[in-house]
């Protein structure tokens, strides 16, 4: 250790046992003198002190820049990362969050080249080393590259140990009792060589256990003399856990032997998805990408959406992209959504099997074989010792592999099946299949004339297609969608694809009410493109345009409620369920909405003449929707927005647009407000004094109902009076007043009682009265509505002149109607607000 860190690390390392999870910063570059790495502004330069003090469930993250094992030129120094350490690369220096890294745009980089400089040979044997860690132990976001595990030892030194294998990382879990895990992400392992097993390797010989997980990476033009020139995984007894591969690239590696990128002796389940295996390649050995060995294995190898393309071997040897032998083993081999391209090797251009006394069912679904060569076996090559079990082909394309795509030697497969998919062969004669057992053919295309070219003993059910053509959508390009004449759409069996959701594109594995042919699901294409909508809502003019794939001439019909028809223009505003079937045969039922253009929509205005019997009222309409510009159509020719200098009275209008859509609308110009004065008599006390009253009350405006707090004509004789009132609005009233005289308790004349109201208006719930004079008392009072019902009654004490009431809760004018035995001796109107 440095002695410019040791007393600072001293210090972090007791924190970090007493607070775990502490994270640590490395940057390249950075001055030694105060980093105790607890920040990026002290961080330490080197990376292996912060490995040394991180402890488990630690984090150390790591800078742009290159950083390189040990201090000087020592080949066997490397990095060492402990178990449970979390170790993160590509920082610019500055994040403070895990998710503001970009190990693209900032390269941390582990480099081998500690010597002279494009020299090789006195590089680094291995780059970072673990024993004793757990899958929780991660390495992430860093570039790999320029190790060479060539050790001249080859006798103090075996072939599998560091300095011959494992250049870029060695996972030492070798031995009973010894382990070593590691999840390797977002990390780029390239140019790495070694003597026997490649750039990765993970050892866990000896009753050992080991395994890694790969994702997101990517592993390019590493080699090994041996195997496995990228990764290899190597174990003899049954393993706790899975070896798993998630979108990973391997290209241009390299491994003599076998397994050009990868190779994998694994005693558990191996799952390997989304990664792309291109440009692998053999020179004396099977598997031009990936070689998988093992005996007494009991789990299965699953290869879900992987590609692989151009990959091969050389020297006469087998499984241009993928080599299988186990031995003594009860386990299978499957493929999902996999694609195999232009690989080649002598036999088994695709896949070879050598079943040393193996059960091993082989299962494709939604594979793709394109253009892979070899001798015999272009896709798949076997050599049986014993009996395979199932060999099964479901929603598969063989197209343009040379030779026969099949080739099982010795024992065979117990039972072989081709289920829903094409064959597309190139010139020659040879069989699909080579062997004179019974491969059965069950609703699959292929272009030859009979059922003997799928092989000597094939059994073709009613449903294949010879001397078919799919017609491919451009296979020079690489796109093998079916186009819309092709025989291979809704010719598959639906009861062959239980279990598959999907096709190969993630879409519906049915579509059309039957299975397409092949690992796509045709999409028959009549898809609105365009509709347009109708100009009125009751107007025949809109119209739908259906575009996609299809094979033409197509039939078109629809039906809307109780209508039907052909056509895809006329059509008024509606939902439409439309039917379709192409030229060959092809059906689809879609539903389409034709909607309208906005209607017009007229909203009325008003307002009433200033006073009654004027011709001052307004009449007016506002539009919205329709399409402009628009025309305003009034029954007296005049075509703007408002009538003015109007009666009250009721006024047609009709509003047209662009599109000729109409509407029309009554619009009502409300009668004035008539000016009414309520007021209040008070008579002479005599027939010749001039002491009367007339009292207004309140006014009825056309503003509303003014309380009057003018003075009142006083000082009046005995008789009518004529009296005018002016609103507000210039409008007027006229109303006659009498004013009496009474002579002691009695009236003048024939002594009749005189009446009035007083507050009129009243407010509601308030209270009001009625007073009179004369020689007799009224018996009773009563209160009426607007519609003649009793709202109270009222018995009066004899001698009285006035009688309270409280007004009405709802405002309106009512009736008082004054009674004297049965004769209503007097109506007064009463208004209450």
Not at 111 to 130: F, K, M, R, V
Not at 453 to 479: E, L, M, R, V
Not at 803 to 817: E, I, K, N
Request: proline letters at 6%.
């Amino acid at each position: 250790m440095r002695p410019t860190f040791v007393l600072l690390l001293i210090f972090s390392t007791l924190f970090s046992q007493t607070f775990a999870q502490t994270r640590w910063y490395v940057r390249a570059g950075a001055s030694p003198v105060g980093a105790d790495a607890s920040s990026w502004a002290t961080a330490t330069p080197f990376l292996q002190d912060a490995l040394d003090a991180a402890q488990f469930g630690d984090t150390v993250w790591v800078s742009q820049g290159t950083y390189k094992p040990g201090s000087g030129t020592d080949r066997y120094a490397a990095f060492v990362l402990r178990n449970g350490i979390r170790v993160f690369g590509g920082f610019a220096g500055t994040e403070t969050q895990l998710n503001q890294r970009d190990w693209v745009a900032y390269p941390t980089v582990l480099s081998g080249n500690i010597g002279a400089p494009n020299d090789s040979t006195d590089n680094s044997y291995n780059l970072l080393y673990l024993t004793k860690t757990g899958m929780t132990t991660r390495f992430d976001g860093f570039i790999l590259e320029r190790a060479n595990a060539n050790n001249p030892d080859n006798v103090n030194v075996f072939a599998h140990e560091r300095g011959h294998s494992g250049s870029a990382i060695y996972l030492d879990g070798q031995g009973t009792g010894n382990f070593a895990y590691l999840t390797i992400a977002n990390c780029v392992i390239r140019n790495n060589r070694a003597d026997h097993f490649g750039a990765v390797y993970a050892n866990g010989r000896d009753n050992g256990k080991t395994a890694v997980r790969v994702e997101n990476c990517r592993f390019e033009n590493n080699s090994a003399f041996f195997k496995g020139g990228a990764l290899v995984v190597e174990n003899y007894a049954l393993q706790p856990e899975a070896f798993q591969m998630e979108n990973a690239v391997f290209s241009g590696n390299f491994g003599r032997i076998g397994g050009g990128a990868l190779y994998v002796e694994h005693h558990q389940v191996i799952e390997i998805q989304a990664c792309r295996f291109e440009k692998n390649s053999v020179f004396a050995g099977s598997g031009g990408a990936i070689s998988l060995f093992g005996t007494n294995l009991s789990h299965t190898v699953r290869f879900d959406a992987c590609t692989f393309s151009e990959n091969f071997t050389t020297g006469n040897l087998d499984g241009g992209a993928v080599d299988y032998f186990p031995s003594n083993s009860v386990t299978g081999l499957q493929f999902f959504n996999c694609s195999f391209l232009r690989n080649s090797a002598s036999e088994g251009g695709c896949i070879n099997i050598l079943n040393g006394d193996s059960y091993c069912p082989l299962r494709f679904e939604q594979c793709r074989f394109i253009q892979n060569t070899a001798g015999p076996g272009s896709v798949l090559a076997t050599t049986l010792l014993s009996p395979l079990g199932e060999l099964r082909f479901r929603q598969c394309l063989f197209y343009e592999n040379s030779e026969s795509e099949l080739f099982l030697a010795g024992n065979s497969a117990d039972t072989l099946l081709l289920q829903n998919s094409i064959v597309v062969k190139t010139g020659g004669n040879a069989p699909f299949f080579n062997r004179s057992q019974p491969l059965r053919i069950q609703s699959s295309l292929i272009n030859r004339p009979d059922c003997s070219h799928f092989g000597p003993a094939s059994i073709c059910d009613t449903t294949a297609i010879f001397n078919g053509n799919p017609f491919f959508a451009d296979p020079p390009n690489g796109d093998f969608h079916l186009n819309p004449c092709s025989q291979a759409i809704n010719a598959g069996d639906n009861a062959l694809v239980a279990g598959l959701g999907s096709d190969l594109d993630g879409q519906p594995r049915i579509r059309a009410g039957r299975v397409d042919l092949g690992p796509y699901e045709h999409d028959l294409g009549f898809v609105p493109t365009s509709i347009i909508p109708a100009s009125c809502p009751d107007s025949p003019d809109g119209a739908v345009v259906f575009g996609g794939s299809n094979c033409a001439p197509v039939f078109i019909a629809w039906s809307m409620g109780g209508t039907f028809g052909t056509r895809t223009d006329s059509l008024v505003p509606g939902a439409y369920v439309f039917s379709f079937i192409d030229a060959a045969g092809h059906g689809a039922i879609d539903t389409v909405i034709i909607p309208s253009l906005p209607p017009l929509v007229l909203l009325p205005s008003s307002a009433a003449p200033n006073c009654v019997g004027e011709s001052t009222g307004v009449a007016g309409v506002s539009i919205s929707g329709g399409t402009g510009p628009v025309q305003i159509a009034w029954e007296n020719g005049n075509s703007g927005n408002f009538l003015f200098s109007v009666p009250a009275g009721t006024y047609p209008v009709t509003v047209t647009d662009a599109l000729g859509c109409a509407a029309s609308a009554l619009i009502e110009v409300p009668a004035a407000q008539e000016v009414e004065v309520y007021y209040t008599v008070t008579p002479a006390t005599g027939p010749m004094q001039a002491d009367g009253e007339i009292r207004i009350d309140s006014v009825l405006t056309c503003m509303g109902v003014y309380a009057w707090n003018g003075p009142a004509q006083t000082n009046l004789l005995p008789g009518n009076y004529v009296t005018t009132v002016t609103d507000p609005c210039g409008c007027f009233a006229l109303f006659t007043a009498e004013v009496g005289f009474t002579v002691g308790t009695a009236t003048s004349g024939n002594e009749a009682p005189v009446f009035w109201l007083a507050p009129n208006p009243v407010h509601a719930g308030r209270e009001f009265s009625l007073h009179w004079v004369g020689n007799d008392a009224p018996e009773s009072v009563w209160l009426v509505d607007a519609l003649g019902r009793v709202v109270q009654r009222l018995e009066i004490v004899p001698g009285s002149h006035q009688v309270d009431m409280p007004a009405p809760l709802t405002a309106g004018t009512y009736r008082v109607l004054v009674w004297d035995g049965n004769r209503i001796l007097q109506v007064l109107r009463v208004v209450v607000v």
